[in-house]
């Protein structure tokens, strides 16, 4: 499962785009050849580097190659947005299609020439460029392979740097416990994030309210339980940082609930954005602190 935290800070810019009138060849639902619906493919967009940028797309098939309506938080100006080849962290810097400059409006709907069968094999990424300088990448997200695309060889994943860990210490008693338990409720956050995107792409505002309702709930049991389990020697600080972020993921929840049930404003949305942009700074810290405590401790992998 991935350990990145989903883009959901822009789910009430995907309902407002996705809920407004569509031009032709918009992503918002594609008919395929027996002429029923098919849901959007989802690419969420985070950033590499320390400018904040984040985003989400959503692709769909089109008679003229492949549909793409893309929504982005925090694009400085002259952002543009490109579909290239590889990995994120292994990037080709040939354009394979260019989407547009995201700055502007934050969103972008067009259709590229490019079917999406061969978008969706899994070596393909969406990369935002501060203009056109194709050598600096700003945020990237890979868009996913899906079931029935021919075999092109293994998909580019993602890996990160391997690390020699440290020789374990008596301080470090309990704490393979203490990260498993923590890891299990980082990765059902994960899924229950992973899960209201989903629903945002389905343009379904009750279903996911009611996602955003249940993430909260579980944040805050999250919280009691964190704050209660015995903490060991090693883990100092970690502990209440990652309780932070689940206060701090649980607000922001509140808060797109809130916009999205009470207030469609451009400030609501605005504030929402910026918590779980906070929010997912948190939660990527928390899981670095993981790896360097397994590290320090020499926690296996999967323990």
Known sequence: MSQRVRPIAVVIGVFAALMAPIVPGGA?????????????I?????????MGISGVALL????????????AVGAPADTTAIVHAGACDAIDPTLVALLGDVSATGQIQTTIPVPLDALTDGRHVIVFHP??????AVACGRIPATVGVADSGPPLVDQPPI?????PDPGCLGVADW???TEARLDRVSELLDEADGIAARMDVAATTAALASLEGELQAMVARQSQE???????DVNQDTISAYEALAGATRLTYEALTFSTDPASSARAAAAYEEAAELMGEARRDLGRLRG???VPQGT
Do not use: F, K, R, Y
């Not at 918002?28 to 098919?38: H, V």
């Not at 690390?163 to 020789?167: G, I, K, L, T």
């Open 60 to 71: 769909s098939p089109a008679a003229a190659g492949t549909a793409v309506q893309l929504l």
């Open 296 to 298: 320090e401790c020499a």
């Open 163 to 167: 690390q020699d860990p440290a020789a």
């Open 42 to 50: 989802q690419v969420p967009v985070e950033a590499l580097g320390p």
């Open 179 to 181: 990260v498993a338990a």
């Open 230 to 236: 015995p903490v060991p020697p090693a883990v100092g």
């Open 28 to 40: 918002a639902a594609a008919e395929d050849a027996t002429g029923s619906q098919t849901a959007p």
């Open 131 to 136: 203009g056109l300088d194709l050598s600096t």
